[in-house]
């Protein structure tokens, strides 16, 4: 028996200090995220393109913003450093009073306070913190704060193709650009980028397969399929009769525009697309690069809910048994799907990227619920998702905190021992990523 305080057993907050620390000390690897280049930060900063309550108006905060009653009028406003500091801080903290209990916004808040020592709600407080910001925003920036102080050892990054400063990130390799092909002007730009002409469906096939191996060759450690923001993801295996009557379809379009029913991709080039995205697939099975798939809540304010259904990819899966597929932000909030799909299937991997800032509680939870269902060997721990360093650093300070109380109550209730649990954490942290993406060799398919 141990003895208890306010509720809480004495033994689980030790372990949870004992994890904390632990974790502190762990390296990491980040699975997935939206980081600029620390160059570009630098430069934004220092040309004051941007400030701290900038930090706000992008993905996450900025939909909670939204959410509880924001304009994008609002949020422009915010976001824009030409506008006098104080009425942006004002209006600010109009909203965030609304959402700051989001562990979206509870998140960004604690790195702001660990990073530039402040409440950013404090007017005073955040004209401070916006020097100190200015400050450190020098080159070296993500060693000092992401490597050093955070202990990422790489980050997998899924925003463009440039393969630069590598000595912080990998790449992740959308293919947006080639499923969305929706006109003649679209073809004709891949026919400009590969130098080849495009007269029919084996033309096209040809040019992505080989766009997608000039990637791999470049360096690129995975494919990232985020269709959910083009149009249902949902996928089916497309006849060669049917992709052809697609394409034909397609050239009778000069330009690309069209918005239905939420799909910004036109509905009728929908066999196409599955065509082209199970031609990706088989090469990534043949290449050994994984498929990261968005599952769960669309980012923003508008998508339909139900496209995050992972059980949309059941077809894909079960059509490409050697395409290892990683499920991405653990399906929230159809985690119990996602989980029972990595069960199911030896193709298919959980990633809890985004999740532990987008609802600690339901990381806490589906962490051992997790764990409770599927071999640890597939599970990977953490990805940032974040496009500014304050977003990544505080999303790792919050899974750290959400890893550790989940495996503290493991460790209480479920009968595991301290050292099974840092084995556990080091296992999603470290080895599972390192194996499963940044170190990958063909052996482990
Ligand atoms: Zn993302």
Same mark, same amino acid.
């Given at each position: 028996?141990?003895?208890?305080?306010?509720?809480?057993?004495?033994?689980?907050?030790?372990?949870?200090?004992?994890?904390?620390?632990?974790?502190?000390?762990?390296?990491?690897?980040?699975?997935?995220?939206?980081?600029?280049?620390?160059?570009?930060?630098?430069?934004?900063?220092?040309?004051?393109?941007?400030?701290?309550?900038?930090?706000?108006?992008?993905?996450?905060?900025?939909?909670?913003?939204?959410?509880?009653?924001?304009?994008?009028?609002?949020?422009?406003?915010?976001?824009?450093?030409?506008?006098?500091?104080?009425?942006?801080?004002? $209006?600010? %903290?109009? &909203?965030? +009073?609304?959402?700051?209990?989001?562990?979206?916004?509870?998140? @960004? #808040? /604690?790195?702001?306070?660990?990073?530039?020592?402040?409440?950013?709600?404090?007017?005073?407080?955040?004209?401070?913190?916006?020097?100190?910001?200015?400050?450190?925003?020098?080159?070296?920036?993500?060693?000092?704060?992401?490597?050093?102080?955070?202990?990422?050892?790489?980050?997998?990054?899924?925003?463009?193709?440039?393969?630069?400063?590598?000595?912080?990130?990998?790449?992740?390799?959308?293919?947006?650009?080639?499923?969305?092909?929706?006109?003649?002007?679209?073809?004709?730009?891949?026919?400009?980028?590969?130098?080849?002409?495009?007269?029919?469906?084996?033309?096209?096939?040809?040019?992505?397969?080989?766009?997608?191996?000039?990637?791999?060759?470049?360096?690129?450690?995975?494919?990232?399929?985020?269709?959910?923001?083009?149009?249902?993801?949902?996928?089916? $295996?497309? %006849?060669? &009769?049917? +992709?052809?009557?697609?394409?034909?379809?397609?050239?009778?379009? @000069? #330009? /690309?525009?069209?918005?239905?029913?939420?799909?910004?991709?036109?509905?009728?080039?929908?066999?196409?697309?599955?065509?082209?995205?199970?031609?990706?697939?088989?090469?990534?099975?043949?290449?050994?690069?994984?498929?990261?798939?968005?599952?769960?809540?669309?980012?923003?304010?508008?998508?339909?809910?139900?496209?995050?259904?992972?059980?949309?990819?059941?077809?894909?899966?079960?059509?490409?048994?050697?395409?290892?597929?990683?499920?991405?932000?653990?399906?929230?909030?159809?985690?119990?799907?996602?989980?029972?799909?990595?069960?199911?299937?030896?193709?298919?991997?959980?990633?809890?990227?985004?999740?532990?800032?987008?609802?600690?509680?339901?990381?806490?939870?589906?962490?051992?619920?997790?764990?409770?269902?599927?071999?640890?060997?597939?599970?990977?721990?953490?990805?940032?998702?974040?496009?500014?360093?304050?977003?990544?650093?505080?999303?790792?300070?919050?899974?750290?905190?959400?890893?550790?109380?989940?495996?503290?109550?493991?460790?209480?209730?479920?009968?595991?021992?301290?050292?099974?649990?840092?084995?556990?954490?080091?296992?999603?942290?470290?080895?599972?990523?390192?194996?499963?993406?940044?170190?990958?060799?063909?052996?482990?398919?």
């Amino acid at each position: 028996m141990c003895c208890s305080e306010g509720g809480v057993s004495m033994s689980i907050k030790s372990n949870i200090a004992e994890l904390q620390a632990f974790l502190a000390d762990q390296p990491t690897y980040s699975t997935h995220e939206h980081l600029r280049y620390e160059s570009d930060a630098v430069k934004s900063v220092e040309c004051d393109q941007e400030d701290i309550l900038w930090l706000y108006t992008l993905h996450y905060t900025k939909s909670d913003l939204i959410s509880s009653g924001a304009t994008k009028a609002d949020v422009a406003f915010i976001g824009n450093p030409q506008h006098s500091f104080v009425d942006r801080h004002h $209006r600010l %903290s109009k &909203f965030a +009073a609304r959402s700051q209990n989001t562990t979206q916004m509870t998140a @960004l #808040h /604690a790195a702001l306070r660990a990073l530039y020592g402040g409440d950013i709600f404090d007017l005073n407080q955040a004209t401070e913190m916006e020097k100190r910001r200015k400050k450190i925003h020098r080159v070296g920036l993500y060693h000092e704060i992401l490597q050093e102080k955070g202990k990422l050892l790489l980050l997998c990054r899924d925003w463009g193709d440039e393969f630069r400063e590598q000595q912080y990130f990998r790449t992740a390799v959308r293919m947006e650009e080639w499923m969305g092909i929706s006109s003649l002007c679209d073809l004709q730009k891949l026919e400009s980028e590969s130098d080849r002409s495009i007269l029919n469906l084996a033309d096209l096939t040809s040019v992505v397969r080989e766009q997608a191996e000039r990637l791999i060759a470049k360096g690129a450690i995975a494919f990232k399929n985020a269709m959910i923001y083009q149009r249902n993801p949902a996928w089916v $295996r497309r %006849s060669t &009769f049917d +992709a052809e009557n697609a394409f034909s379809i397609l050239t009778k379009y @000069l #330009h /690309a525009d069209w918005v239905s029913n939420g799909s910004a991709w036109r509905p009728e080039l929908q066999p196409l697309q599955d065509y082209l995205y199970g031609e990706i697939c088989s090469l990534a099975a043949e290449r050994n690069v994984p498929m990261q798939i968005h599952t769960g809540l669309p980012e923003g304010n508008c998508l339909p809910l139900d496209w995050g259904d992972p059980t949309h990819f059941l077809e894909l899966i079960r059509c490409f048994p050697k395409l290892e597929i990683h499920l991405m932000h653990l399906g929230h909030p159809y985690e119990p799907y996602a989980i029972a799909m990595a069960k199911m299937y030896r193709n298919v991997q959980l990633d809890c990227s985004w999740i532990h800032q987008l609802n600690a509680h339901a990381a806490r939870f589906y962490v051992n619920w997790m764990l409770d269902e599927v071999p640890i060997w597939k599970i990977l721990g953490f990805g940032g998702d974040y496009i500014h360093m304050e977003g990544v650093y505080g999303h790792l300070m919050q899974t750290r905190v959400n890893l550790s109380v989940a495996l503290a109550e493991r460790i209480e209730t479920a009968g595991s021992t301290i050292s099974e649990a840092k084995g556990l954490l080091t296992a999603m942290l470290y080895n599972n990523p390192r194996r499963l993406l940044f170190e990958r060799k063909a052996a482990d398919a």
